[in-house]
């Protein structure tokens, strides 16, 4: 198992940017596709986006698409969202996690804490 500490939310303004970080430790962080969903008070989690293992593919959520960029740092155990353009729904706590497929809308299989992320109009 892998484990996983998400960190870089906060408050930011609609139309303004914030970078998510997720260390791994425990196993191979290498080995691993990792991903990113949210889940906001009320709502089922939402899909954000998937990275493979090397980086080489990616899939966003429609909702986040042009707007959030998913990369990782395998010297770093560490992978990263880049979320741009922040609009209030996008408000939620956003977690890490280890992929069960590779598609659109996976589940995860383990995740971290999570970090809030909240948008005011």
């Known amino acids: 198992q892998v484990q996983l500490v998400e960190s870089g939310g906060g408050l930011v303004q609609a139309g303004g940017s914030l970078r998510l970080s997720c260390a791994a430790s425990g196993r191979t962080f290498s080995a691993y596709n990792m991903g990113w969903f949210r889940q906001a008070p009320g709502n089922e989690r939402e899909f954000v986006a998937v990275i493979s293992w090397n980086s080489a593919r990616i899939l966003y959520a429609d909702s986040v698409k042009g707007r959030f960029t998913i990369s990782r740092d395998n010297a770093k155990s560490t992978v990263y969202l880049q979320m741009n353009s922040l609009k209030p729904e996008d408000t939620a706590v956003y977690y890490c996690?280890?992929?069960?497929?590779?598609?659109?809308?996976?589940?995860?299989?383990?995740w971290g804490q999570g970090t809030q992320v909240t948008v005011s109009s």
């Open positions: 996690g280890t992929p069960l497929t590779f598609r659109v809308g996976t589940d995860f299989g383990s």
